[in-house]
């Protein structure tokens, strides 16, 4: 057999793997949602759906953006403040993320405490304008189990419009513009104050 006619199924192969890679929640399993919220590492491989919400594509995502403005809803882990770092100084961690999104760093992380729980509703209760009814896009970062945790503690709630985007920040930027965005004051205060460790890979 030639050489080229070898290498042109095999590159032919490594890009279909390519490309199979980059699909929302693959797995080389079949993870199956949990009961209730997941209690595992934040990082991880995802279900495919989320059962009283809606998973959506880009295309979908866009759509919903463009005609019903929802709530996006960032839960990405802050990065830790580093080490040696001299007392007194600020630290205010911002990262990159959807145009309009609300961070709320570490929202998905299971369990939180009574405090935390009852400051993550308050704090969706205000953005939705006690709207139940309001749609809302929870996101982190590829197989991120905080965005699952995060609509699911919604559906739990009484919230009807719930959307997840299991792409996240990585899936967005692929072909959008992002933006700094700073955490959300009113949940980092009681975050930082009452914050369970979220569980390591």
């Known amino acids: 057999m030639h050489r080229s006619r070898l290498v042109r199924p095999l590159a032919l192969v490594a890009l279909a793997a390519l490309l199979g890679a980059a699909g929302p929640a693959d797995s080389p399993v079949n993870v199956t949602e949990p009961a209730g919220l997941y209690e595992g590492p934040q990082h991880g491989y995802t279900p495919p759906t989320l059962n009283g919400a809606t998973v959506v594509d880009l295309a979908a995502l866009d759509r919903l953006i463009a005609a019903d403005e929802p709530v996006l809803l960032d839960v990405v882990l802050a990065d830790r403040k580093p080490q040696g770092l001299p007392p007194g100084t600020p630290w205010l961690p911002s990262h990159r993320s959807i145009p309009g999104a609300v961070w709320l760093p570490g929202a998905g992380v299971v369990p939180l405490t009574a405090e935390q729980e009852a400051e993550f509703l308050k704090r969706i209760a205000a953005l939705t304008g006690g709207d139940k009814a309001k749609p809302i896009v929870t996101f982190c970062r590829p197989e991120c189990w905080g965005s699952w945790n995060a609509g699911k503690r919604l559906v739990e709630a009484g919230y009807s419009r719930v959307h997840w985007w299991p792409l996240g920040v990585e899936g967005w930027q ?22 369970t460790p979220p569980a390591q890979p």
């Open 174 to 195: 692929d072909t959008h513009d992002t933006t700094v965005v700073k955490a959300d004051k009113a949940w980092t205060a009681i975050a930082s104050e009452k914050a």
